[in-house]
């Protein structure tokens, strides 16, 4: 039974081997030139001297949520496609009415303006 899972333990401390020691000889053989921009802390391409009350769109918000929903959404069919051989005609039908959901709620989402970018 062990014997299984030699070449993933393998394959994980070899990993593990390989990245301890290029980080290490980026540490030791790189450059390192610091300065006061390299210091500061990246907000997310944000200049760090936005002050406190800057404020996002919500336009912004409903878009990566809605992007979040529907690729979650989406990588439910993997499973069923992967075995749909096994699950039959009843899994395709079901496929079929979930995709057909799907792309109401798409044309739903997109008809209201909410992929509008303003």
Known sequence: MLQA??????FIVLGLVVGLVFANLNSIFGP?????????????????EVTTNFRFGI?????????????????????VAVQLEAFGVFALVETAIFIALLLVAFVFVWRR???EWR
């Open 32 to 48: 390192s030139r610091p300065n006061k921009a390299k210091s500061e802390p990246y907000e997310c391409g944000l200049p760090s």
């Open 59 to 79: 336009s912004f918000y409903l878009i990566a949520m809605l992007f979040i929903l529907f690729d979650i959404e989406v990588v439910f069919l993997y499973p």
């Open 113 to 115: 303006g909410a992929l």
């Open 5 to 10: 899972y030699l070449p993933a333990l393998v």
